[in-house]
């Protein structure tokens, strides 16, 4: 009897593998596209490998995700998928579709994305890298790039919407550059038309008030209340002391009288905050006079729907988002618990001692956003 179930459990084993194997060959030599003229399929950007069997499900090009798991894995495919709109012909197998989809092979559309937070001259560096553009600005300046627009009048800085761009092989630089400004006009004009009617800016001071929103917070809900904030600062004519605009001016130094930005990491120095320029806005009130970044439709959409508050304060809290606050009595209580929280009870001095260091700030004199 013992020997009957382990004779029929070895057979059913046996029939089970024969049933499998029989599948994936069949997986494996089975077109998955069958129109004479092949398909259109579109790989977006940041797809992963681990991912790519339930997108392709969705779009109903694998029945059977299991088995392009597994080819995936046996294959070793560990190249990065190329992101763009591909022409999948008629009968491609599944194996030859994972070598069309990492190597690139029958891409329509290459892909170019502007990240929201990207200074002008961050974009001009990732156009330059793409090898897939016809690069026609690489003599050109700011100013001449803009006069190429048909903006003379514009600084480039903020004017590129942040979005995904999809271009054939050989589109200009120039071209694609076109694209993105007219796109930030078109978005900003129909956020612009929305607006809170008691603002008291105009669309480019919207778009300049947006690109610090940007750079300031990582959290979509934070920044209606990070527009509160400016708003409320230059309601009562401080300084706004934004450490994103000190940055970019000493870039913009930097950039000017030693034609690269080798000598600065990011990382404000004492010596930054004294730096004369028109960024500076522990220096001068008011926004700066151009956006500082390439602000997304959230921080647009932000500053023209702010949050009415009564916060001139902020304190990262090093999870992402910031702790509030309307006084500078309460911002220092912010600052105090999170180091508090940070480095425990036995830097009691050391707090105490930057408490007693602020008690000789005015409310004028304070940053806005307390970083250190």
Known sequence: MLRRIILNSILLGFLAGFI??????SFLLTPLVTEPAGIRYQLRPGTSLKTLSANLQDQGLVRHPVFFNLLVRLRGSTHELKAGIYLIPRGTTPSRLLTQLTSGTGLLYHVFTIIPGWSFQQLR???AHEEHLQQTLQAANDADIMKLLGAPTLSPEGEFYPDTYYYIEGTSDQKLLSRAFKRMQMKLQEAWLKRDPSL????YEALTAASLVEKESHLS???PVIAGVIFNRLEKKMPLQCDPTVVFGVYQWEQTHKGATLGFNGVIRKQDLQLKSAYNTYLRKGLPPTPIAMPSLDS?????HPVQHRYIYFVATGSGGHQFSAT????????MMLRFHEQGFFNYFKIRSYLLERLSFDGLEEPMHALQ
């Open 20 to 25: 499998f194997l029989g599948a994936w060959i």
């Open 125 to 127: 560096s990732a156009l």
């Open 200 to 203: 008291k800016l105009n669309a």
């Open 221 to 223: 809900s934070e920044r």
């Open 300 to 304: 647009i959409n932000a500053v023209l």
């Open 328 to 335: 500078l009595a309460e911002h220092h209580l912010a600052v």
